[in-house]
């Protein structure tokens, strides 16, 4: 079966711009989830979708969003991008949230971006 | 959740195996350890998670000490393939997150 699908694989902006990232879960699964990860602060939640819901967000500033829609599929948006923003984006999915999800997440290969 | 504590890098000789340390000495009962890895480039990949008993599947065994409060990774054959950074994360039931720390930079050694 298809595995976790981001889009795009890697991108360039400019500080002050906004991106869009785009998750496409394994079929069937209903959670998504979001990690960003970095040199210096390595993997960091962002937040997490069920049934189009955002069950938890991490401790990101407000500029960080997502969504998740009907299909599952989630997207991820950063507004007023910074350069610390560059980072890997990774999306992980899982049949249902915990307490259902105890064989963990299947990652994506997630989306490069990085803000010049 | 209770965090977790592995040694920066290992090395490991090709066909030997590789046995990944990990402490959790604040586990609480309901909480899972799990393990993942990343090959460089790639997102983390699910290994094993197991409670308290130890557990084996095709890709590894983890043994769980029976205060619970540190455990091991064990991938029997260590391949060049298996060269990694292995997360040793410790979640509960109503965590909504994994923690992933800085985790275990594996060298496999020809």
């Known amino acids: 079966k298809a595995g976790v699908t981001q889009t795009p694989r890697y991108l360039i902006k400019t500080r002050g711009q906004q991106v869009t990232l785009s998750c496409s879960p394994i079929?069937?699964?209903?959670?998504v989830s979001w990690y960003q990860q970095t040199p210096g602060q390595g993997l960091q939640f962002l937040f997490e979708y069920f049934s189009e819901t955002q069950r938890n967000k991490g401790n990101f500033p407000g500029r960080f969003s997502g969504r998740q829609f009907s299909n599952s599929r989630s997207e991820m948006n950063v507004s007023t991008l910074e350069l610390g923003d560059s980072a890997l984006y990774l999306c992980a999915s899982s049949l249902v949230p915990p307490p259902g999800g105890l064989h963990g997440y299947t990652f994506g290969s997630g989306t490069r971006l990085t803000v010049v | 959740d209770a965090k977790t504590t592995q040694p920066p890098s290992m090395d490991c000789a090709e066909g030997r195996a590789a046995n990944l340390p990990c402490n959790h000495s604040?586990?609480?009962?309901?909480?899972?350890v799990y393990w993942y890895r990343q090959i460089h480039s790639q997102g983390p990949q699910y290994i094993i998670h197991?409670?308290?008993n130890n557990e084996t599947n095709e890709m590894a065994s983890l043994i769980i000490t029976e205060d619970r409060k540190s455990s091991t990774l064990i991938l029997p054959h260590a391949t060049l393939r298996d060269t990694a950074v292995y997360y040793c994360i410790v979640r509960g039931l109503a965590g909504n997150q994994f923690y992933f720390g800085t985790g275990t930079s594996l060298t496999v050694i020809p």
């Open positions: 079929s069937g699964h209903r959670s």
């Open positions: 604040t586990i609480s009962g309901n909480e899972y």
């Open positions: 197991g409670l308290k």
